[in-house]
Every structure is written in C-alpha cells, then in structure tokens.
C-alpha cells in the first residue's frame, strides 16, 4: 500500500485508545509519573472528565528553567499551568492525512480525537509514524541534512534553547572528530530539567543548573542508519526502541542527516 493510500486511513480504526489522562488541578510531578506509567511524552488533561489541554514534555522542558520555576518544585506546580488549552482536535472520521497536515500546519504533535463532545482517542506523531513501518523507499527522501549536533560538554541549556529556538526535537552528540557518540532529544532535557528541580534545593539551582552537561543526560547508541536503508527499517528500530529519531551516518560514522518522527509526519502530509 501507498503512502497516499495509508493517508486514506480512518482516525477510529488506528487512534490510540489507552492513553494518559489527568485533572487540571493535579501537579506536575503527578503528571509526569503518569507520563511514565504510560510510556508517553504528553498527557491529556480533563476538568470533570472536559477535554480542557494538552501537556508535552516540549511544555515542561519551556517552562521549568526559567526564572520563575525556579523557585518551587514539581510537586507545587499545577499541570494546568504547562498545558496547551483549548487543543486543536480531530474526529474519528476524519483520515491519517488529515491528522498529519493538521499537526504541520499548526506546529503541534498531537491530536485529541472527541465524538460529540466525548474524547475518545488520541493521534500523535508515533501513530502515524507505525502506519510507515512497511516502507521501502531510502531514508535521504525523507531525512533532514546537516543536521545541528552537540558536543559531551555542552550545557544542557544550550541543548533546551537549540530545542525552543530551532525548532530540534533529536540532536546527535558527537565527538572532536565529529564522529556519533549518542543522542539528546527533548525527552532527555525535560526529565533532566524535571529530576534537577525535584532534588536540588533551590537555593543552589541557579549555579548548579549551570553545570549540567550533555554527557550528565544523552543517550547512547541512538538508532543509526545510512542514506540508502529503507525507511520502514529505521522506523521500526525507532518505534521498538522508543527514539524520537534516527542519525544517518556516513561511511566513517559523522551524521549527514536525521530523520525524525516529525520528518515522517510532514512526509505523510506532503503525499497525503
């Protein structure tokens, strides 16, 4: 089947069912654990079981750092004051393609699906991402070239403005010689950033934050792949591994490109 035809996929057949959802007034802290129990990025939030926002680990990652989280802790802090209100929503008629131009027209990663004015699913990005695992056209069709890396000892702030300002969700890490050593991806900085201000005392946040490093929070041996490999291939390594990207590597292991789960989407919206 055809990526144009896989667009063609009804939202109800392919939506998630089981995802996590949690009330306004709950903490962040609380949120986040959820978010792990789920194994998600996001949560939905509900008042009296409304659909009222949606809240990323992006949202997390903008907000704790500055000047104004600093001072409290995630178990003071009310989800509602991280999520997005009022999110853009998709119905379970609609299709795939759809779902994806939606998500690149409006700079968003996922989609709550409602019927009526019941919520009843949930499309991001991963959805559409393992409707493509089945694909055999080469990644460089699909890849973002020279990508931005980082270095063991760049500060984990760096990392979260390259994120905020460039729009990065996955970032190789490289060495001296520009060879791959790892990855960092929006997941990474939100947990650091979430883990930092749940442990360290404010009153030594300001200068110790200064001294988180890349290398404190990357991950090792991210999905790799060269130009030529199929795109399915490097989805599934993805999608079982649960990395947000892949590095596409030369023939001496320097990155020439990324392809990441939003590469894929806007890919699915374009033939859509």
């Known amino acids: 089947m055809s990526?144009?035809?896989k667009a063609k996929t009804r939202i109800g057949d392919v939506m998630e069912k089981e995802f996590p959802i949690v009330d306004k007034d709950e903490t962040l802290y609380h949120a986040v654990k959820v978010m792990e129990k789920y194994g998600y990025d996001r949560v939905v939030?509900?008042?009296?079981?409304?659909?009222?926002?949606?809240?990323?680990?992006?949202?997390?990652?903008m907000k704790l750092g500055t000047e104004r989280t600093r001072r409290t802790t995630p178990?003071?802090?009310?989800?509602?004051?991280?999520?997005?209100?009022n999110p853009i929503t998709i119905t379970p008629e609609k299709?795939?393609?759809?779902?994806?131009?939606?998500?690149?027209?409006?700079?968003?990663s996922s989609l709550p699906v409602v019927e009526g004015n019941e919520l009843v699913g949930l499309v991001t990005k991963t959805t559409i991402a393992k409707l493509l695992v089945d694909l055999d056209v080469p990644v460089r069709e699909v890849m973002t070239t020279s990508p931005i890396a980082v270095k063991l000892t760049d500060r984990v702030l760096h990392v979260r403005q390259l994120i905020?300002?460039?729009?990065?969700?996955?970032?190789?890490v490289i060495d001296e010689e520009g060879r791959v050593l790892g990855s960092i991806s929006i997941d990474e900085v939100a947990d650091a950033l979430f883990a930092f201000h749940d442990i360290v005392p404010e009153k030594h946040r300001k200068e110790r934050i200064q001294h988180l490093l890349v290398s404190d929070v990357m991950r090792l041996r991210p999905p790799k792949a060269s130009a030529t490999d199929p795109l399915g291939e490097v989805i599934k390594?993805?999608?079982?591994?649960?990395?947000?990207g892949a590095i596409i590597v030369d023939?001496?292991?320097?990155?020439i490109g990324v392809?990441?789960?939003?590469?894929?989407?806007?890919?699915?919206?374009?033939l859509a």
């Open 164 to 172: 905020l300002n460039e729009g990065l969700t996955f970032i190789p």
């Open 251 to 255: 023939d001496e292991g320097r990155p």
């Open 237 to 244: 390594d993805m999608l079982k591994r649960r990395y947000r």
């Open 45 to 61: 939030v509900v008042e009296e079981g409304r659909l009222v926002g949606v809240a990323t680990k992006k949202d997390i990652l």
């Open 75 to 85: 178990s003071r802090m009310h989800i509602s004051s991280f999520m997005t209100p």
């Open 3 to 5: 990526v144009s035809d």
């Open 95 to 108: 299709t795939i393609g759809e779902a994806a131009k939606t998500m690149v027209s409006r700079e968003i």
């Open 259 to 270: 392809v990441t789960l939003t590469d894929i989407t806007e890919y699915m919206a374009t």
